[in-house]
């Protein structure tokens, strides 16, 4: 039951945003950042470049986030380990040029 509820966070969102003028011009992004490269995401099964491009930096992001923090469900892993997540989740759930440019950054910091 929380799975399915969280998966309705992006929906939520964008209809949030849609009536904000100040944010109705992210609203797809908001509705997009959960779909992956490879079309396995949600809600609507995107894929590559057919998602935003705010999207997928937020899709890196927001994983990176959660990766690094800890949840009632799961440790948070160290910097190096959440790298190798994604490293691992390029061409998959991520844009392998934009997860590579994202682990680049980090690994400078």
């Known amino acids: 039951m929380i799975g ?8 939520t969102g964008y209809r949030i945003c849609s009536e904000v ?4 011009h992210i ?3 908001i509705l997009a950042h959960h779909e992956h490269w490879n079309g396995q995401g949600y ?8 998602i935003p491009l705010l999207a997928r930096i937020i899709n ?6 959660v990766m690094t923090h800890d949840k009632v469900y ?9 790298i ?4 691992k989740c390029s061409k998959t759930q ?7 440019e994202f682990i680049k950054l980090l690994k400078e910091l």
């Open 4 to 11: 399915l509820k969280l998966k309705e966070h992006p929906s």
């Open 21 to 24: 003028k100040e944010f109705s």
């Open 27 to 29: 609203a797809q992004d």
């Open 43 to 50: 809600p609507k099964g995107l894929k590559e470049d057919e």
């Open 60 to 65: 890196i992001v927001d994983a990176y986030d």
């Open 74 to 82: 799961k440790r948070k892993m160290t910097k190096m380990e959440a």
């Open 84 to 87: 190798e997540e994604m490293n």
């Open 94 to 100: 991520f844009d392998p040029n934009l997860a590579k």
